[in-house]
T-cell receptor, first 113, second 112 residues
């Protein structure tokens, strides 16, 4: 199993540009999450999804959008990139509440200049 | 979301046990105690979790106080690979999203 796969690994964006961070999992997990991590800080929850077609805001959703059309994929869209969105982005998934364990991707390092 | 308090950093010698404390005085009856760790330049990885009883797995042990207001993650023999940031997280069992809300964690330094 590949687990949670994030693409790209690195990206430099100019202010005002848009991009989509891809996240895919092959574990048939219902729950998926997007986090951002600024240097030296803990992770902040951006958006999450409890199943296909269902998404909700986390702690820091402004400037981002998500969709969940399939169980496997949970893309994160940045519209009008700003320097404050420079961060490392992590996607995570988990199967169910009972199994508890969440699996994280390796991250996407985004720089907005 | 209930809060946790952890020391910013701790140090340990290689091959010695490490006890990482976590205070969660406002924990509710449905909160599970989770520990994750993040190795340098990697995503977090699951370590262990528990509700009321002490738990053991191949990575670590989790000791939960009787009143559940604190817990301790125990690494029995620290290795250099255990140098990481360790996060103690309360996960609400009633929350249908079962999301993880991270704090700032404890940075563990392991001396050879």
């Amino acid at each position: 199993n590949a687990g949670v796969t994030q693409t790209p690994k690195f990206r430099i964006l100019k202010i005002g540009q848009s991009m989509t961070l891809q996240c895919a999992q092959d574990m048939n997990h219902n729950y998926m999450y997007w986090y951002r991590q600024d240097p030296g800080m803990g992770l902040k929850l951006i958006y999450y999804s409890v199943g296909a077609g269902i998404t909700d805001k986390g702690e820091v959703p402004n400037g981002y959008n998500v969709s969940r059309s399939t169980t496997e994929d949970f893309p994160l869209r940045l519209e009008l990139a700003a320097p404050s969105q420079t961060s490392v982005y992590f996607c995570a998934s988990s199967h169910s509440r009972e199994l508890n364990e969440a699996f994280f991707g390796q991250g996407t390092r985004l720089t907005v200049v | 979301d209930a809060k946790t308090t952890q020391p910013n950093s701790m140090e340990s010698n290689e091959e010695e046990p490490v006890h990482l404390p976590c205070n969660h005085s406002t924990i509710s009856g449905t909160d599970y105690i989770h520990w994750y760790r993040q190795l340098p330049s990697q995503g977090p990885e699951y370590v262990i979790h528990g509700l009321t009883s002490n738990v053991n797995n191949r990575m670590a042990s989790l000791a939960i106080a009787e009143d559940r207001k604190s817990s301790t993650l125990i690494l029995h023999r620290a290795t250099l690979r255990d140098a990481a940031v360790y996060y103690c997280i309360l996960r609400d069992g009633k929350d249908s999203s079962y999301k993880l809300i991270f704090g700032s964690g404890t940075r563990l330094l392991v001396r050879p």
